[in-house]
């Protein structure tokens, strides 16, 4: 009598799974890599609140992460690297001060103070008030990294992907070059997709800062 073979290991999987897998194939289509789409990490990783480590680690195929991250994770994230108007971190008070102003509710500095090092859960009126002084959207810190990744890769994706249609639909029209700055190797790619590539990348070149879609797509 054998031992049983040990089951195969689950698949984990996230929001941000499902475009991954998306990405790689349309990306492959047009012969282009990530680094095309997403050229600076640092961009991505500002509007999306994970790091350009992880970020990296996550295109190439690493499995989410099993604890998403807290509140006061994210909202720490944004103290750190949102600045003032004078270019300067926003000090606690001033946060309180201009929420408890705007809103007409009491909130010291004290309060905030707690909420960026996890000794308090704000309501969810709180965390929309500090989301808006921050100008995130409303949930943006209680997004999970898959979610977070969905949201700006997923907008990026949705804008190729219609490029794409509409190159496609000039090309069944007899569309067979069009004039456009060439970028990068384009050896591989056939007539009117050569030419236009440089074009697909500018209509998705363009920071993701006011729209956060949640689950799906």
Known sequence: MTDAAPEPAAVVEDQFTPWLKEGNQLLAQLGLSWGDVLSDLDQVSYATGVTPERIKARLEGAPPRTAPATFAERLTFLHETRRDANGKKHVLRVIAETIASEQKVKLTASAVHHLLHGRNEPTRQTAAWLEKYFK??????????????????????TSLRAAQDTLQALQNRGVTSVS?????????????LADLLPTLLAVVDNPW?????????
Request: hydrophobic residues 35%; aromatic residues 4%.
């Open 209 to 217: 800062e006011s729209r956060t879609p949640r689950d799906g797509k």
């Open 180 to 192: 456009a700055r060439s970028t990068g190797d384009l050896a591989k790619q056939p007539g009117l």
């Open 136 to 157: 995130v959207p409303v949930g943006w810190c209680s997004l999970s990294e898959g979610e977070a990744l969905a949201a700006y890769v997923g907008a990026r994706l």
